[in-house]
């Protein structure tokens, strides 16, 4: 099967980015709160990055300051909304609406230091609060749809709860031109299709499968293959196709880094490979994605960083994907990412 990716759903994206055209207007009120108070908020939504993101953590300190302390509480937004979901009971979608009123007021309760955080940072850097809802439409959307029978279909739920961080994420970066858009869009879906082909057995557990139902057929596999956990010749050629497509579009996406400001070039590139790297750990694994959780080291993410700057501080003809794509290769250095450790 080919790794084609179908180009409509980009165009698509591309739309609803085009929604968030106008910046969010700052409110003066959140600049007069106690600075100490706000101070305490960011350093609460650090602790929470910590605590539930190695990967993010790490990456965002690389930035400068003031834009590290932003994107955590970005994170620590996208995470509150996304536990009111992961935790459904019969009263999560009342949850999700009071947590969207209070989240993005505004005029931020000052209990809550996520919303305080987070408010200071969508001011502070002018963020478009409509990527802000289409984030909550989208993680809103398991609590409808636990299925997705198209490539198409499962881009625009990544767009929702992954594209969106990215769209945000480069007004607190900065950015240098409109096309950035399209690579962020473009990275979003990548990170969270790793994401879900990581999470196959997990999700699967919770009643979830966002993996497209129509390339599984394709692949002679249905959903009882799914349950059962069976690693077969279709499972490793289907998932092999997956992995192909998503290291692809992480390859389409990775010009955009370069239209960041420089301060956020290597954190961005760094959240970026360190995911992408979770693909080498699936393959390691034997494509078992139903017992088995590929994760990068924290030690290793560390090796790979200079290797991460060199080519961030590169012109793009500099980056050539090697035969093998499992390993990156640096033009003309012999350097690769080193293995990592994988989770049994």
Known sequence: ???????????????LAGEAHQPAVPSGAIFHIDKKLIGRAYDYCASLTARHS??????????????????????????????????????A????????????????ALDDPVCLAWSHA??????PQRYAEQLLDGVGRDLDRIRYETFEELAAYAYGVASTVGLMSQ?????SSPEA???????????????ILRDVGEDWRAGRLYLPTHELAAYNLAETDIAAGAIDDRWRSFLAFQIRRNRRLYDEAWPGIALLQNDGRLAVAAAADFYRAI??????????????RAYVGSRVKLSMLPGIWWRTGRPAAY?????????????????????FFLEG
């Open 171 to 175: 007004h607190i970066i900065g950015f």
């Open 122 to 127: 969508r001011s502070r850097y002018r963020v």
């Open 1 to 15: 099967m080919s790794t084609a990716i179908p180009g409509n759903w980009e165009q698509s994206l591309l739309s």
């Open 93 to 108: 979608r009342f949850r999700l609406g009071q947590w969207r009123a209070k989240a993005l007021s505004a005029r931020p």
């Open 54 to 91: 190695r990967s993010f953590y790490l990456a965002t300190a690389l930035l400068p300051g003031d834009k590290r302390r932003a994107m955590r509480a970005l994170y620590a937004f996208c995470r509150v909304s996304d536990d009111i979901v992961d935790r459904a009971g019969p009263d």
């Open 319 to 339: 980056w050539e994907p090697s035969g093998d794509i499992n390993a990156p290769r640096f033009a003309n250095t012999g350097i690769h990412h080193p293995d």
């Open 279 to 292: 693909l080498k750990g699936i393959e390691a694994n034997d494509y078992d994605v139903f017992s088995r």
């Open 181 to 195: 858009t399209r690579y962020a869009i473009k990275l979003g879906v990548a990170l969270q299709i790793t994401n």
